[in-house]
C-alpha cells in the first residue's frame, strides 16, 4: 500500500515550535528495544513527536498516542511511558463527524468548526476544569489540522458511552462531538499520567500489537504512511 510521510502535508507547527530537535534528543531515554513491535513503534513516534513539538511541551516522560486507525472496541489510546520503557493501552472515543455510519470506524478528519470531527495532529493537554462532563483537561492544537481544538472546545473527558461496557452492549463505544472521551476509570487513569503541559498525538495507524497494520474500512477517506520510523533517526526533522 502507498503511503506518504506521517507528518507531509499539513501537519506543520508554527515557529513557537520550532526548537532544533538535536537539543532534546540528550534529554530523552534510549529507546525501548523490548516490548511488542507495536510498542517500538509507539516509542519512536512518541520521541519524534516531542522533538516537533519543542518547547510547547513541558512534561516529556509521558506522550498519549491516540491511534483512530482501529475500531473503537479495541484499546487504542496508547500512554507510552519513556522514563520506565512501558506502554498501556485503554479505550477512547472519535467523534460523531468522524463516523456518520456509527460503526465504530473513523472515516475522516476535520478542523472544522461544527463538524463534530476528531482532529489528527500534536496537542499539549493544558488545564483541568468542571464542564458538562465533570472534570475535564483543555487541550491546545500544535498543527495546522487541529489548531482550531480550543475554539471547538476539544478536549478529554469522561463519558458513559465510553465505558468497557458500552462496547458489552453494543460492539463499540459511542461517539464525541470531537473529544477524546473515556470511561471513568480510564479517564482517571489519562488525569494522573497525561495531564498538565504533556503531548497527546492523534492519527489513524492502524497499529495491531503485533506490529501489522489494520486495513482501513471502504468508506474511509484517510491517508495513512509509512510507519519505519523504526529505520529513521530519532532526532530527525520532519
Not at 10 to 39: E, I, N, Y
Not at 158 to 167: G, K, L, M
Request: glycine share 10%.
Amino acid at each position: 500500500m502507498q503511503r506518504r510521510d506521517l507528518i507531509k502535508g499539513t501537519l506543520a507547527v508554527g515557529a513557537a515550535l520550532a526548537v532544533p530537535a538535536r537539543l532534546l534528543a540528550s534529554t530523552l531515554p534510549a529507546q525501548p528495544m523490548a516490548g511488542t513491535p507495536r510498542d517500538r513503534v509507539l516509542f519512536a513516534l512518541a520521541k519524534r513527536e516531542l522533538d516537533r513539538a519543542g518547547a510547547a511541551i513541558w512534561k516529556r516522560d509521558i506522550v498519549g498516542i491516540a491511534d483512530f486507525g482501529l475500531h473503537s472496541a479495541k484499546p487504542r489510546f496508547h500512554f507510552v511511558n519513556l522514563e520506565r520503557g512501558e506502554v498501556q493501552s485503554y479505550h477512547v472515543s472519535h467523534g460523531s463527524g468522524s463516523d456518520p455510519q456509527h460503526d465504530g470506524w473513523l472515516k475522516q478528519f476535520s478542523n472544522t468548526e461544527g463538524s463534530n470531527a476528531t482532529s489528527r495532529g500534536a496537542y499539549v493537554t493544558w488545564e483541568w476544569y468542571k464542564g458538562r462532563y465533570g472534570t475535564s483537561v483543555r487541550l491546545g492544537g500544535l498543527d495546522e489540522t487541529n489548531n482550531a481544538a480550543l475554539r471547538r472546545y476539544i478536549v478529554m473527558h469522561r463519558a458513559d458511552y465510553a465505558e468497557p461496557s458500552h462496547i458489552e452492549r453494543w460492539g463499540r463505544l459511542g461517539r464525541s462531538n470531537g473529544c477524546f472521551a473515556m470511561g471513568e476509570e480510564q479517564f482517571r487513569i489519562a488525569l494522573m499520567h497525561l495531564s498538565g503541559g504533556r503531548l497527546l498525538y492523534a492519527d489513524s495507524l492502524g497499529l495491531e500489537e503485533d506490529g501489522s497494520i489494520q486495513p482501513l474500512p471502504d468508506l474511509a477517506m484517510i491517508e495513512r504512511q509509512p510507519l519505519d520510523l523504526l529505520q529513521r533517526p530519532a532526532t530527525s526533522a520532519f
